[in-house]
């Protein structure tokens, strides 16, 4: 086939198939081709569904013979991560300890609806285990690399999705966030990264980390796709007793358009200490592009990051006591001593953590009064080496692994939407920043960054090196 | 739930602490994590200690409400 699709993000790609330009097997085909040839490379897939994937792009283009319409995501290309359920497939969850269980027996919500818009699932994606941990350092199945520097972590817990993305393994895929997770892989990875509000996006069929904080979401090159495929997710589902399914409103009819109106403002205070010079000059680029000139401080948000620390720990190791007390051993080292951390917790931290996270909300929602749409930068300093254990920051030595989410973990915390957007050319490895609003109000940050892609400010190339 | 250190000061004894927990919920860590459990719980600490020294107002309930 023409490779030139292979380079090309899910809105074209999906055009041209819509246009007969070229067929959806044909398109099927290439992405599987490239991405287990890269697979090696960049660990990525921990599975590839070629056998669904070619029958889902013969349906997309048996609709297209009759002249039907296979749906706005006709023919692209994409994988999740693998906690999500693909019927035939054991979830794994990024652990051993679910082998020898039995495959799912349906697709979680999303996969569905994403196939009835014409998506065409090509594989599963390596995570960290149960979704613990930032940088995807997995010790069962290795680490996922970065395409932008082999030798340096893709970042967590959805590695995979950040990954083979910034790869162009796929077009898009999805991830899971509970204190940060799509946003710091997105961010580390060079490509947008969105964690929706708060149940907007069904989770049933997938496996929790910390439910009151469970978010899923796609990763993409373009606002387009990020649009679209939210778009196609979109919708309340009865058997997530979270899933309100938002306020529908098209984020797709969202772009291009004009952000005059919006408030903006940076975060101050905690979001302005503890990171690198980079982190903070990849804010500022975005602030000058918008013109934002006003600041604004979340008081007591190290507190909030102590609650969301609290609260995630014992919801994790209350879905994994039977894992903690049957299979300890099979735990990846990296998260066991969190997950039994989570069980000896006392109860009166979590108690306060949650009475905290009330009082917290409301102050954070008394901003968005003031203000549309806050930028934090997503992550305190950019992608670290393999096996790094520390960072310099202020001359002092930082533990990578319990400081790359700091920024992140305070916000998603009270459940607002957030999009990670990409920065370039600040030091040698990609920044995010994060755009976030109030609950509902997806659309602002749509309307952002949009702007910003126009202007080329965030945009999310294909690494050089998988070219 | 105090011990010395070895400069004869309090200090609180995580250890102790682990023991007394794993036999009230039921968790027995094996010994050779132990270690790796009471470095997790001392860091907990450190990050939490903000939240701990937070004043509430008091009006706020602690969320989910119960609603029966």
């Known amino acids: ?53 070619l029958k889902e792009a013969d349906r997309v283009d048996e609709i297209i013979g009759q002249g039907g319409d296979p749906g706005v995501l006709a023919g692209v290309p994409y994988g999740v991560k693998n906690l999500f359920d693909v019927e035939g497939v054991t979830t794994l969850a990024g652990s051993i300890m679910y082998k020898g269980q039995p495959a799912a027996e349906k697709d979680a919500t999303v996969i569905k609806r994403l196939q009835k818009s014409g998506a065409i699932l090509i594989g599963a994606l390596h995570m ?105 997710m979109c919708g309340p589902d009865p058997n997530d007793p979270v899933c ?14 004009k952000i005059d109106g919006l408030r903006l403002a940076s975060l101050d205070g905690y979001f302005k200490s503890n990171g690198s010079d980079e982190s903070y000059e990849s804010v500022n680029q975005v602030c000058k592009a918008l013109n934002v000139t006003k600041s604004v401080k979340i008081n007591n948000t190290d507190s909030a990051r102590g609650a969301a620390f609290v609260i995630t720990h014992c919801e994790g190791g209350l879905e994994h006591a039977n894992d903690i007390r049957n299979n300890l051993d099979k735990f990846d080292p990296t998260t066991r001593s969190g997950f039994i951390t989570g069980t000896l917790l006392p109860a009166n931290w979590y108690v306060k953590a949650q009475k905290f996270r009330s009082w917290y909300r409301t102050q954070v929602l008394n901003i968005f009064n003031e ?44 459940g607002l939407p957030i999009l990670s957007v990409p920065i370039h050319g600040i030091g040698d490895m990609p920044h995010g920043v994060q755009l976030i609003a109030a609950p509902g109000k997806e659309s602002s940050l749509i309307k952002i960054a949009s702007y910003l892609q126009n202007e080329g400010i965030c945009v999310a190339p294909i690494a050089n090196d998988a070219v | 739930m105090n011990k010395k250190n070895k400069d004869g000061e309090k200090e609180f004894d995580w250890y102790s602490y682990m023991i007394q927990l794993e036999h009230l919920t039921g968790n027995n860590v094996p010994d050779e994590y132990r270690a790796d459990v009471i470095s997790y719980l001392k860091l907990t600490k450190q990050i939490v200690q903000p939240l701990l020294e937070c004043d509430i107002p008091e009006e706020f309930e602690a969320a989910p409400v119960y609603r029966p």
């Open chain 1, 128 to 232: 960290s285990e149960f979704a613990y941990g930032y940088t995807n350092e997995n010790s069962h199945y290795g680490p996922v690399k970065n395409p932008h520097d082999l030798t340096r972590v893709s970042g967590g817990s959805s590695g995979g999705s950040g990954s083979s993305v910034a790869a162009g393994m796929v077009a898009f895929s999805l991830g899971s966030d509970t204190n940060g997770s799509i946003r710091l892989p997105a961010a580390l990875c060079g490509v947008f990264g969105f964690k929706p509000t708060y149940g907007a996006l069904s989770r049933f069929g997938t496996k929790m980390f910390a439910s009151s904080f469970d978010h899923v979401g796609p990763l993409a090159r373009s606002v387009e796709d990020i649009a679209a495929t939210y778009d196609a």
């Open chain 1, 244 to 257: 309100h399914g938002g306020k529908f409103v098209s984020l797709i009819s969202c772009l291009n358009q």
């Open chain 1, 1 to 53: 086939m023409n490779n030139k699709f292979l380079y090309k993000d899910a809105n074209r790609i999906s055009s041209a198939v819509r246009k007969g330009e070229v067929s959806a097997r044909e398109i099927t085909e290439a992405f599987i081709q490239r991405a287990t040839t890269l697979n090696d490379k960049y660990n990525c897939f921990s599975q590839f569904l070629s056998n669904r994937a």
């Open chain 1, 371 to 414: 203000f549309d749409v806050l930028l934090a930068p997503a992550t305190p300093f950019s992608a670290t080496k393999i096996g790094q254990k520390t960072m310099k920051l202020d001359g002092s030595d930082v533990p990578v692994l319990s400081n790359l989410g700091i920024y992140a973990q305070p916000l998603s915390f009270i």
